[in-house]
């Protein structure tokens, strides 16, 4: 504990010292400047070591004024009126601060002689436009400084609200899948129990597609990315299960035209549709029909799915699947995503197109 206020107190004595040495060093460069810019016309140096010491502490105290008074107390916080009336006393004290600098070496050192006085003492205003040149660079770093120090902290609040944005997004889609993964096993489990009533012959087929599901399911769809191949095969594997279930009544007509299998996409993110249109569709004319066309090209990815649906019976638009996936879509493909749910009278049509 003693060690850890000893550094405390070591760091902030050595923070002071460097700030210390650096305001001396930038004084002494203003000394400096104005003992060499006004020993034109003139070789008395005592003359130049008074004068530039006394316009270095009137330009000292003036911009400390400005710096840790009037910048940070009315500038920075918008009083423009109290930081103009103060900043005119300022330079009423400055402009009488140099006036008698300039009269006392008038006295003092010229002994009375106007003609003995450097020509650029003899202009109290090109003396007094060198000081407020040095006031207002000292005030116009501290306002760069503000400037930049105000950019570090917005920065600092953007990346901690994105990071707590990512956070909560990234766990939003986790209760999402976590909705999506049970109510899909469920209905899928429903398929093999009722294959399983009927002794269905292809049961160890069957038993074997329902195993690359679970593991898609429970394993796969943890992970941010899969590629689109995968996500048809296991589409077409849960085709392949409601096949059996429905022997010869369904008709599924899967159209594909993909140019690039290794396109990856967010997992689960067909599926669900597919599931919707099994759970809600009906039977018309001795057949369940399910229209599926999905186009893949390098940049987009285009996919219509059609079933047959009485409006009447059915209600589907808040169903969890759909309402899960299109949550996802907003929060995988923010301003990317078109989807669009047509509900009409005996159909069901949806229509999704993502840019990658």
């Known amino acids: 504990m003693r060690y850890c206020i000893f550094l405390d107190v070591q760091n902030i004595l050595f923070f002071n010292f460097k700030k210390i040495t650096l305001h001396l060093l930038c004084w002494f460069l203003v000394w400096f400047f104005f003992y060499f810019f006004f020993s034109v016309g003139t070789s008395s140096k ?7 010491s006394i316009l270095s502490a009137i330009s000292i105290v003036s911009s400390f004024v400005f710096v840790y008074n009037l910048i940070p107390k009315y500038l920075l916080i918008k009083k423009y009126k109290l930081f103009v009336l103060y900043s ?26 106007y003609t003995q006085m450097p020509t ?23 306002i760069l400084k503000h400037s930049y120090q105000s950019l570090e902290e917005k920065k ?11 956070a909560l997004k990234d766990q939003e889609l986790r209760f999402l899948k976590m909705q999506i993964q049970p109510h899909f096993l469920f209905n899928t489990l429903n398929t093999i129990y009722g294959l399983a009533i009927q002794k269905n012959e292809n049961a160890p087929e069957m038993i074997l597609k329902l195993s690359n599901l679970l593991d898609y399911i429970l394993y796969q769809v943890d992970k941010p990315k899969v590629f689109l191949k995968d996500e048809v095969a296991h589409l077409e594997d849960y085709i392949s299960l409601e096949k059996m279930r429905f022997h010869d009544t369904l008709k599924v007509n899967f159209i594909k035209d993909i140019q690039n299998e290794n396109v990856e996409v967010s997992p689960m993110l067909l599926i669900p549709f597919v599931e919707n249109a099994f759970k809600h569709g009906i039977i018309v004319n001795d ?70």
């Open 46 to 52: 005592g003359f130049l070591f008074w004068f530039s």
């Open 88 to 113: 005119f006393y300022t330079a009423v004290f400055v402009t009488t601060a140099v006036l008698m600098t300039v009269a006392l070496g008038f006295v003092f050192f010229f002994n009375l002689e």
């Open 156 to 166: 600092t609040i953007e990346n901690k609200f994105l990071k707590t944005e990512l």
């Open 287 to 356: 057949f369940f029909t399910i229209n599926i066309n999905l186009k893949v090209t390098e940049t987009k990815l285009y996919f219509t799915l059609e079933n047959n649906f009485d409006k009447e019976k059915e209600t589907i638009q808040g169903g969890i699947g759909l309402e899960n996936s299109r949550k996802r879509l907003e929060m995988l493909y923010p301003e990317k995503h078109s989807l669009q749910i047509i509900e009409k009278e005996n159909t069901f049509k949806i229509l999704l197109e993502i840019n990658f």
């Open 120 to 142: 650029l003492i003899k202009s109290p205003s090109v003396i007094l436009v060198t000081v407020l040149l040095i006031i207002a660079l000292a005030s116009g770093f501290k």
